[in-house]
């Protein structure tokens, strides 16, 4: 006989003043932050850490300033969620799904399982050296991007127009930066970035 998982209730407050944020009944931390994203609440500097949230979906949500140290983000869905000024030291991001999601200062110190080329498809505070290094990493992993982009810098015409390949970084472009040159390595790349992020706290 199987024994009927029962549900609990799970309180999910502030980390700087013990606030409740959410609560709800759920059989897991994961049901009940996946309800919280769902039904579209702030969580933002919600108490989470260590917490278990393995393949949640939290696509879109709202974790500014939110504790995910040594939480357990494998698989995560965190597509466009913003964690600005998130804690995610020592998290567990293995296969976690980091596309447009923002991660303006946000603590990544010791997190694992990071990966170079998914965490530049995620939004930072960058420079114009920065913003360079990205245009030559978009330009390099571009079928004829040493054409496409002098063509961008002469006319205006957007290398990614004919839409058959998509830009490997998010980031907003500045035109009048660019120069061709030898591109950075997506490791190097994220080290850059997230060296100028630390600085920005």
């Known amino acids: 006989m199987i024994d009927e998982i029962k549900e609990q209730i799970f309180t999910i407050k502030r980390w700087d003043n013990n606030k409740i944020i959410y609560n709800c009944k759920a059989q897991n931390i994961l049901e009940a932050v996946e309800r919280a994203v769902k039904e579209e609440v702030n969580l933002s500097y919600a108490d989470l850490r260590s917490a278990d949230l393995h393949s949640a979906n939290l696509s879109s949500a709202d974790l500014r300033s939110a504790n995910l140290s040594s939480a357990d983000l494998r698989a995560a869905d965190l597509r466009a969620a913003n964690l600005r000024s998130a804690d995610l030291h020592s998290a567990d991001l293995h296969y976690a799904d980091l596309r447009s999601a923002n991660l303006h200062s946000a603590n990544l110190h010791y997190a694992k399982g990071v990966n170079p080329v998914m965490m530049l498809l995620a939004y930072y505070h960058i420079n114009d050296k920065i913003n360079l290094e990205l245009?030559?990493?978009?330009?390099?992993n571009l079928p004829e991007g040493k054409k496409l982009f002098a063509k961008w810098k002469k006319d205006d015409v957007?290398?990614?127009?004919?839409?058959?390949?998509?830009?490997?970084?998010?980031?907003?472009?500045?035109?009048?930066?660019?120069?061709?040159g030898k591109s950075k390595t997506a490791l190097q790349l994220w080290l850059m970035i997230k060296k100028y992020n630390e600085k920005k706290k």
């Open 135 to 140: 245009m030559r990493y978009d330009c390099a």
């Open 158 to 180: 957007c290398p990614y127009s004919e839409g058959t390949f998509q830009r490997v970084a998010n980031f907003e472009q500045h035109k009048k930066l660019w120069s061709y």
